[in-house]
């Protein structure tokens, strides 16, 4: 449960992952999710927010047509495109606030989605890579699971 004032606490992770694909996933986009059912220690709005933004960049890039997987194991959520590809000079600073590649400058956007990622998986001791080639793009997002107990309750997670 999460802990009086902190936000903090056991989280469900893979049912707002789950919630948070299916709303922002549009046909004709294909959507395929592998979803273990996972418990981390965090703050449940920051992992929330880190998940829709990771989201949201996936359907941001993938063309009509593409496909977005999500996988969630052993902690480790990894969301997958078949978008144009980060350009390698651009993905040391992907991470970096404000910035916005020359592809991504005529598209809306702050720049500020995959900082806030970052900034939560640091606050969660977490590790957050990306890997892109010409056509896809795979962000993970490495939790430390917490071992789950069947007897043991847990944040509600669900959004």
Request: hydrophobic share 40%.
């Amino acid at each position: 449960m999460p802990m009086a004032g902190t936000g903090s606490g056991l989280v469900r992770a893979s049912e707002p992952v789950a919630t948070g694909a299916r709303d922002r996933t549009t046909p004709p986009r294909t959507l395929s999710l592998d979803l273990e059912p996972t418990l981390v220690v965090g703050d449940e709005e920051a992992l929330y927010r880190a998940v829709v933004n990771l989201l949201d960049n996936a359907v941001a890039w993938t063309p009509a047509e593409g496909d977005i997987a999500v996988t969630l194991r052993d902690g480790r959520l990894c969301v997958s495109d078949t978008g144009p590809g980060i350009p390698a000079e651009d993905l040391p600073h992907v991470f970096e606030r404000f910035y916005r590649s020359s592809t991504a400058r005529s598209r809306p956007g702050s720049g500020l989605g995959l900082a806030i990622v970052k900034q939560v998986a640091n606050q969660h001791g977490a590790a957050l890579t990306v890997r892109s080639g010409p056509t896809g793009t795979s962000f993970t997002l490495a939790l430390v699971p917490h071992p789950i107990d069947p007897g043991e309750p847990a944040a509600s997670g669900a959004r």
